[in-house]
C-alpha cells in the first residue's frame, strides 16, 4: 500500500510526502502523523516537529542543511526557508567503517557476451567512428549511414556509430589532453569490436599524436584514416569498415560470468524521490553485482559534496581515503579558482522536484553506491582496474559523467531519473525512473520504474528482477530505449583556452 509521506531515518525531523497535497491535510505513515500548514509539491519535505531558526533539517539521519527562520511542523521545508551548511575545502580523518557484509551468492550468474582476444569482454560487438576533431563530424556521421545502408553488416555486427563532438583542435595542455584521453579510452571500449580513428589532418590532436596515446587496441582492432591524405575519404573509409565487419564476424557471444560486468552509475534530472526508490535500488544492484564480483563506477564529484565521509570511510585502505580526500577537494578547488561557491547546485528542476540544498542531493546520489567497499579512485577517463566499488573523478553534467563512465570501461549505464530525459550515451544507458508517473508518461524514455517501491513492491523484489532485466541487456536479448531510438551522444569536459 502507497504510505502518503515517508520518515526515511528514525533521525530525521522532515518527511517526504508522496502525493501533492493541500494544506490542512492531514498526513500518516506508520507512527509519524502530521497536519500540512502549506500546501505541498509531490516528492517535498514537510517538517514532523518545529526547527528552530539555525537549528539542523536532517534527512537520511543526516542533516541537509539549516532552517533560515523558525520552522513549525507541518511546514514546507525548502528553499524558502532553509540553506546549505556547506563551505569550502574541508580536513578530513580515516575513520573507516564496515562496510556491507561479504555475501558469498549461492547461485552463479552469466550473460552472453563477447570475450575478446586479451580477455576482456564486450556486451556489444560494435563498429566505431572515432574523429580527433569536430570539424569533421558530418564527415564522420555520413561515413556511418553509408556503411549501415550499403555494407553487408551481419546479425554478429549490432550497428557501425559516430558520436560528434567540438574538440579536438585549438585546444592546449591539459585541456587537449582531457579530449584526447576521453577519445583514447573510447577507442579501447571492449564494445567496440573495431574502431575507424578518423583525423582531419591539421588539428591539434594530430592522428600521430592520439596514435601514441592509444597504443595498441587491446580488445579490438583499430584503423587510421587522414581525411586530407586520400582523394576521397568516405570510399576509403567504407572500404576500412568492410574489413572491420569481416574481423567482427568473427566474435560469437557466449557465456561468461557476471563478474565481467562493469556498470556506470549516474543520475540526472533528480526529484524528491531520487533518494528513496531509484538510487537506493541502484545501490542495492551494486551491492548485489559486486558480491558476484562486478564493478560498478560511481562519478559526479559535487554530487557527492556533504556526503563524502560516507566513501571515505568505506575506503579499502588509507591511500584509496587519501585518493578520495583529493578527489573531493581538488574538485572543491576547482570551484574556488574560478570564483563558484562549491554548493551552488542543485539546479532548477532539482529544486522543482523537491531537492533543497546540495547536502540533500549528495545523500541522494551515493546511495548509487550501495555500502561497499571502495576500492579504487580513477582519473577523468581513467580505466577501471579493480574489481568492485570505483570513484571516478569527473563532473555531475549528464552527457559528460556518461561519456567519462563509458571512458573508464563502463558496459552500461544506469541513470536514475525523477523527471525524465531522452539522453544516451556510447554504451547503453538504461533510463530508471524514481515515480510511475513518470514511467507512465514517458514510455520512449524509460527502461525500468524503481516507483513501485512507494507503492509496496519490496526492495529486494525489485533487485531481482532488475537484475533479470540487466542480464538481458547485458545479453543483447534486450535493447535499452537509447538503443531502440538511437540517443548516443558524448561530451567532453572542457577547461582550458581555446585558441
Request: aromatic share 6%.
Amino acid at each position: 500500500m502507497k504510505e502518503p509521506i515517508i520518515k526515511i531515518n528514525e533521525l530525521d525531523n522532515v518527511a517526504v510526502v508522496i502525493d501533492e497535497a493541500e494544506k490542512g491535510t492531514r498526513l500518516s505513515s506508520g507512527e509519524v502523523t502530521v497536519t500540512l500548514e502549506d500546501d505541498i509539491p509531490a516528492g517535498h519535505k514537510v517538517a514532523l516537529a518545529s526547527i528552530a531558526d539555525g537549528s539542523n533539517i536532517v534527512k537520511y539521519g543526516n542533516p541537509i542543511g539549516c532552517a533560515t527562520r523558525d520552522i513549525q511542523a507541518g511546514e514546507w521545508v525548502h528553499s524558502h526557508n532553509t540553506k546549505t551548511n556547506l563551505s569550502g575545502k574541508l580536513d578530513y580523518k580515516y575513520e573507516p567503517q564496515q562496510s556491507a557484509e561479504k555475501t558469498n551468492p549461492t547461485e552463479t550468474l552469466t550473460f552472453q557476451g563477447y570475450r575478446r582476444k586479451n580477455g576482456e569482454v564486450g556486451i556489444r560487438n560494435e563498429i566505431w567512428i572515432i574523429n580527433t576533431v569536430g570539424c569533421i563530424n558530418k564527415s564522420a556521421e555520413l561515413l556511418a549511414d553509408m556503411a549501415t545502408k550499403e555494407l553487408q553488416v551481419t546479425d554478429e555486427v549490432d550497428g557501425v556509430f559516430h558520436f560528434p563532438h567540438p574538440f579536438g583542435c585549438s585546444q592546449l595542455g591539459d585541456d587537449l589532453t582531457n579530449t584526447q584521453r576521453v577519445l583514447s579510452s573510447l577507442v579501447q571500449h571492449p564494445n567496440a569490436v573495431g574502431v575507424v580513428v578518423m583525423g582531419l589532418g591539421c588539428e591539434n590532436n594530430t592522428i600521430k599524436s592520439f596514435q601514441e596515446m592509444v597504443g595498441e587496441k587491446e580488445n579490438g582492432k583499430v584503423v587510421y584514416l587522414g581525411a586530407q591524405d586520400v582523394e576521397d575519404e568516405i570510399e576509403e573509409g567504407l572500404n576500412l569498415i568492410d574489413d572491420l565487419v569481416k574481423f567482427a564476424n568473427g566474435f560469437k557471444r557466449e557465456e561468461v560470468p557476471i563478474s565481467e560486468l562493469k556498470v556506470g552509475l549516474k543520475c540526472g534530472g533528480s526529484d524528491g524521490l531520487s533518494g528513496i526508490t531509484g538510487n537506493p535500488l541502484v545501490g542495492s544492484f551494486s551491492n548485489r553485482l559486486i558480491a558476484h564480483g562486478g564493478t560498478t563506477i560511481l562519478t559526479e564529484v559535487p554530487e557527492m559534496f556533504g556526503a563524502e565521509k560516507l566513501l571515505m570511510n568505506r575506503a579499502e585502505n588509507e591511500q584509496v581515503f587519501e585518493n578520495t580526500v583529493k578527489l573531493v577537494n581538488d574538485f572543491k578547488q576547482y570551484f574556488l579558482d574560478h570564483d563558484q561557491n562549491v554548493y551552488e547546485n542543485p539546479s532548477p528542476g532539482n529544486k522543482d522536484g523537491g531537492i533543497t540544498t546540495l547536502e540533500e542531493k549528495s545523500l541522494g546520489c551515493v546511495q548509487k553506491g550501495g555500502n561497499a567497499t571502495v576500492v579504487d579512485v580513477l582519473e577523468y577517463a581513467g580505466r577501471v582496474k579493480t574489481k568492485g566499488l570505483n570513484l571516478l573523478q569527473g563532473p555531475g553534467n549528464d552527457l559528460v559523467s556518461v561519456t567519462n563512465l563509458a571512458a573508464s570501461g563502463a558496459h552500461i549505464v544506469l541513470f536514475t531519473t525523477g523527471r525524465g530525459t531522452p539522453f544516451g550515451g556510447p554504451v547503453p544507458t538504461v533510463k530508471i525512473s524514481t515515480n510511475t508517473a513518470l514511467a507512465t508518461k514517458k514510455k520512449r524514455w524509460i527502461d525500468f520504474n524503481a516507483g513501485e517501491f512507494v507503492e509496496g513492491k519490496s526492495l529486494e523484489t525489485l533487485t531481482d528482477e532488475f537484475m533479470d532485466e540487466m542480464v538481458d541487456w547485458a545479453s543483447g536479448t534486450k535493447q535499452t530505449r537509447n538503443e531502440m531510438y538511437n540517443f548516443k551522444e558524448i561530451a567532453i569536459f572542457k577547461d582550458g583556452v581555446i585558441l
